[in-house]
């Protein structure tokens, strides 16, 4: 596991430019050399390594387009109207259009939404464990999600997988000295059957100042957070 220095900009001892010349994240790096770029890109290729998750429906059958859909709209309606309430350069005019223009994406999402378990319906996708990371943001900018919204995140964040790589994410914090609770007090590693409401009132979402790398299937992933201090991209989480 590597982490991307926040200050330098460097990986592995690498400016991060040479492995994304975009300068920003997700970026995975392949056992050929290759480097795949952008969330919509990258969840649905680690997706496909393991069909047998189901993370993703499988090529070219509508539901896959579906799934390209919303991830589309996670990326550039969602995902894209937080940033600017991260940005210290950004004016108050600016934060109120961002505010205003993701309370009507919101709204469409909970209506979308509705009364299925996740976005797709019954079945857990890489386009949930992406909205899932960036509806986490609200609370860091102070944006009510609502509480069906809410509802769907804690869901996600009660899955076996999420709460593993969540607490992956605590560990590492609270190995480097990072994190504020003690690790004695961190009930994750007891086995806790409650752990999913812990992470819900505790610690969660994670914050990334770094980056982290992991290796998925035959691929290793590099995923430095951006500079605003932003969880790290959702797909480790999608595992």
Request: aromatic share 8%; proline share 7%.
């Amino acid at each position: 596991m590597s982490k991307v220095d926040k200050r330098t900009k460097r990986v592995d001892g690498v400016e991060f430019v040479t492995i994304n010349p975009k300068g920003y994240v997700p970026a995975l790096r392949l056992d050929d050399g290759q480097v795949l770029t952008e969330n919509v890109a990258v969840l649905q290729y680690i997706a496909d390594l393991n069909p047998a998750a189901k993370l993703a429906p499988p090529a070219g059958t509508l539901e896959r387009y579906r799934l390209q859909e919303w991830l589309s709209f996670i990326n550039s309606e969602v995902h894209k109207s937080f940033s600017p309430l991260f940005s210290p350069e950004a004016t108050e005019e600016t934060k109120t259009y961002a505010r205003n223009y993701l309370a009507k994406r919101l709204a469409y999402l909970d209506n979308a939404l509705g009364d299925n378990t996740y976005l797709m319906g019954a079945q857990f996708t890489v386009a949930d464990a992406y909205l899932f990371t960036v509806l986490g943001w609200g609370v860091y900018v102070a944006v009510d999600i609502g509480p069906r919204l809410k509802s769907y995140v804690d869901r996600i964040r009660a899955r076996p997988k999420v709460i593993e790589a969540m607490t992956a994410e605590v560990d590492q914090k609270i190995a480097a000295g990072r994190w504020p609770l003690a690790a004695a007090r961190w009930p994750l590693r007891a086995g806790r059957q409650d752990a999913g409401a812990t992470l819900a009132s505790a610690a969660v979402p994670c914050r990334s100042k770094g980056g982290v790398s992991w290796p998925t299937g035959n691929s290793r992933n590099t995923v430095p957070s951006g500079t605003s201090g932003r969880p790290a991209s959702p797909a480790a989480r999608a595992r």
